[in-house]
Structure formats: structure tokens, C-alpha cells
């Protein structure tokens, strides 16, 4: 956002600041096991405070999917510690 004033005179000032606005969507993470052997199936579901659309799940090994159910199952072929992440799109 940008603020430019002139006084009488014609001098002009102006400033800058920036406006951030946050999203009133929170969505959850629930997985089902949280720990498991190499190649078992995990279950992954998503829980938020608005109706969602669509669920863009990236699984942390190279494996990303868009699904547009609440629930997913997914299976880590490599021992690891992944980050899961989960970009969720509400109907607003």
C-alpha cells in the first residue's frame, strides 16, 4: 500500500508499507501410523475449519498428488524421516 500527500506548498511526501493478509483456512494433518516399517501403507487425513475443495499432498519423496478426498494412504519405499506437506483450496 502506497500513501502520497501533498501539502499546499506542492511538497509531496510519501511512504510505503506492506499489507498482509492471512488465511482464515486451517487445516490439520491426522496420519495413521505415524511411524511404520519400509513399504507400509500410511493414511494421511486432512481435517480444516472450512470446506475444502481440493488437497494438493506432497509426500517429501518426490511424490505429489491432487486429490479432492480428505483422505489419502501413501507408501515410503526408502527408510527416512519425510516432511509431509498439504496445500488445501477452499470453495472461498
Do not use: C
Amino acid at each position: 500500500m502506497k500513501l502520497k500527500v501533498t501539502d499546499q506548498y506542492g511538497k509531496q511526501a510519501e511512504i510505503t508499507k506492506d499489507v498482509i493478509i492471512k488465511s482464515a483456512l486451517r487445516p490439520e494433518i491426522v496420519i495413521d501410523p505415524v511411524a511404520a516399517p519400509r513399504g507400509s501403507r500410511i493414511t494421511f487425513k486432512a481435517a480444516a475449519n472450512k470446506k475444502i475443495v481440493s488437497y494438493i499432498w506432497n509426500f517429501g519423496d518426490g511424490t505429489n498428488r491432487t486429490v479432492q478426498t480428505d483422505t489419502i494412504t501413501h507408501v515410503f519405499n526408502k527408510v527416512g524421516v519425510y516432511k509431509v506437506s498439504l496445500t488445501a483450496t477452499s470453495s472461498e
